[in-house]
């Protein structure tokens, strides 16, 4: 008998997980909105400045513009607290962002970085403790500034330099979620090219697909020291020592080499494919194309004019054996990931979510004189 009111408790649960459904405050607030209208420009890849392997004759020439739910808007419409709107987004998140990849939030009333980290709290992913986020994120391969004890710049990487859609991946924990918020769009440009790993897996040809499944991807990460260093460092974006690295690193289970001026190397293997936590389906979640040397080879400003020889870019991804991939893979896998993508233009007070392993985020290079385009992450 005093099992009794357990074992009923343990039945009680399982249709109510399987019919949750939103409460009557969150679908009231926040309703389907319009679909993203296309951009008032089209969006250049093909032949793009300052676009990791924009001369590719592969490449679409223009982004396609975005479909009737990806990505699937919701509009906010109700006088609540900005608390009470990270709660509801987390219902709606919970609910339906496994459905469809990514939801753009537009209508919340947020005012800037300290609202939108107001925010992320109340949603609560990975922020509970206010010190995990900044933790996983700390080693993230590109520039970026801490703004609160939530947020974050998305990148202050040059203004022209597209960052090519991609997975949000190991040196910031794999995370599940990523969520975007534009303070001030770009005067030209900008826009968020986002993709839909779904469709990418299903055009990929399927031996690429076999052979990065058997064999995994091999991440290395470079970092000068910082008296070299005309990018980042490892001082600045791993730790500021060299003890303090090692800890990090062996944590993490990275494999890692000193060279004899100072620069640190780190690597490890990760799949290229799993098991997506919440619906079981296999997903192309990776950043195989993304941390290969082309992101910055010839595309990022810092590093356009560098010679032939020039091996010390911040990124690389080789098979899990080391060997090297393909050109043509490399380009097959860029172009079915160009091809799945969708421009979403910013406005103002966006808040755009990702499910990181089912879709992917990036920056469209901007262009003008004019105030800089303000992302947070
Ligand atoms: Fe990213």
Redesign the pocket.
């Known amino acids: 008998l005093q099992k009794l009111p357990h074992m009923l408790s343990r039945f009680a649960t399982v249709p109510a997980a399987r019919t949750r459904v939103l409460s009557s405050l969150a679908a009231a607030v926040l309703r389907p909105g319009s679909p993203v209208a296309p951009p008032a420009k089209p969006v250049q890849i093909r032949g793009r400045p300052f676009l990791p392997d924009g001369a590719n004759p592969r490449f679409p020439e223009f982004m396609a513009s975005a479909r009737e739910e990806f990505p699937k808007v919701f509009s906010a419409q109700g006088d609540l607290s900005i608390p009470e709107w990270g709660g509801v987004t987390r219902e709606l998140m919970d609910e339906y962002l496994h459905q469809y990849g990514v939801i753009l939030l537009r209508g919340l009333p947020l005012q800037g970085s300290a609202d939108f980290g107001l925010f992320m709290k109340a949603v609560g992913w990975r922020l509970k403790d206010k010190t995990a986020y900044l933790r996983a994120i700390q080693a993230r391969s590109m520039t970026s500034t801490v703004v609160n004890d939530a947020v974050r710049t998305?990148s202050d990487d040059h203004r022209n330099y597209t960052?090519e859609p991609?997975n949000?991946f190991h040196t910031v924990g794999c995370p599940r979620y990523?969520t975007l918020y534009c303070e001030t769009p770009a005067e030209e440009g900008g826009e968020w090219p986002t993709g839909d790993s779904r469709a990418i897996l299903a055009q990929l040809d399927p031996e690429v697909v076999a052979k990065f499944e058997r064999l995994g991807a091999r991440y290395t990460v470079f970092y000068e020291h910082k008296d070299n260093a005309f990018y980042n460092c490892w001082q600045g974006n791993v730790a500021p020592t060299k003890e303090a690295c090692e800890k990090y690193l062996k944590a993490l289970n990275y494999e890692f080499k000193w060279h004899e001026d100072g620069a640190l190397s780190y690597w490890q293997n990760f799949p290229a494919i799993r098991v997506h936590p919440k619906t079981g389906e296999r997903v192309w979640f990776n950043q195989i194309h993304a941390h290969h040397e082309t992101f910055y080879k010839g595309a990022h400003p810092l590093f356009v004019d560098k010679p032939a020889e020039f091996d010390r870019y911040p990124v690389h991804t080789t098979y899990g054996d080391g060997t090297p991939m393909e050109r043509e893979v490399l380009d097959h896998i860029r172009e079915v990931i160009w091809k799945n993508c969708v421009a979403v233009p910013t406005q103002a007070g966006d808040v755009i979510v990702y499910d990181n392993w089912l879709a992917k985020?990036?920056r469209m290079g901007s262009f003008g004189d004019g105030p800089a385009r303000k992302v947070y992450?």
């Open positions: 998305a960052i991609h949000e990523i985020h990036g992450v």
